[in-house]
T-cell receptor, first 117, second 114 residues
């Protein structure tokens, strides 16, 4: 069964500082990986996803993530934090094979990002 | 294009009462999902549907029922609400069954059971 671990339930950075949100996954087959963002009192919005090909994936709002198979990681980064980045971020994994698990995402527990002025 | 909409946005129930949450999507998606979100727990899948007339259990299905009579609608029912069902409920939809497809989320329904 697949699972996702997000290290750090709360990350606090200063405006302009590097953002690093950590995600490790476990999967018995090559996974599809996603990062979603949730702004206060809203639904989830896709930031970026890794399916196949290039392991460095660029998303919206200047975020990017790198798939590292050897480390089973998919950490999210942004070079310079902005106040508007304050939100909760969720890493998710989907195993792309036929059968029941093909239809479902497994989410991590989320990381709340606070950006200080 | 409204995307995924949820009705109602907020609801307060007393223990034992019943209610139905409605999810609608206008993107002609085959797959639809109901999640609950609790603090520190992430999103957990309650039930899902891979097409009109089909439903299946997810990770935490107990106490909930669902129906998908029309392709664009996915209903989540609570027959006898319990305080443990206090949560924020999200509906999502996806075009196809491939694992790489993006799920599109609704704005959520905040439910309190007293």
């Amino acid at each position: 069964a697949q699972s996702v671990t997000q290290l750090g339930s709360h990350v606090s950075v200063s405006e302009g500082a590097l953002v690093l949100l950590r995600c490790n996954y476990s999967s018995s087959v090559p996974p599809y990986l996603f990062w979603y963002v949730q702004y206060p009192n809203q639904g989830l919005q896709l930031l970026l996803k890794y399916t196949t090909g290039a392991t460095l994936v660029k998303g919206i709002n200047g975020f990017e993530a790198e798939f590292k198979k050897s480390e089973t990681s998919f950490h999210l980064t942004k070079p310079s934090a902005h106040m508007s980045d304050a939100a909760e971020y969720f890493c998710a994994v989907s195993v792309g094979r036929s059968g029941g698990s093909n239809y479902k995402l497994t989410f991590g527990k989320g990381t709340l990002l606070t950006v200080n002025p | 294009n409204a995307g995924v909409t949820q009705t109602p946005k907020f609801r307060v129930l007393k223990t034992g009462q019943s209610m139905t949450l409605l999810c609608a999507q206008d993107m002609n998606h085959e797959y639809m999902y109901w999640y609950r979100q609790d603090p520190g727990m992430g999103l957990r899948l309650i039930h899902y549907s891979v097409g009109e007339g089909t439903t299946a259990k997810g990770e935490v299905p107990d106490g909930y029922n669902v129906s998908r009579l029309k392709k664009q609608n996915f209903l989540l029912g609570l027959e006898s609400a319990a305080p443990s069902q206090t949560s924020v409920y999200f509906c999502a939809s996806k075009w196809g069954g491939q694992g790489k497809g993006e799920q599109y989320f609704g704005p959520g329904t905040r439910l309190t059971v007293t």
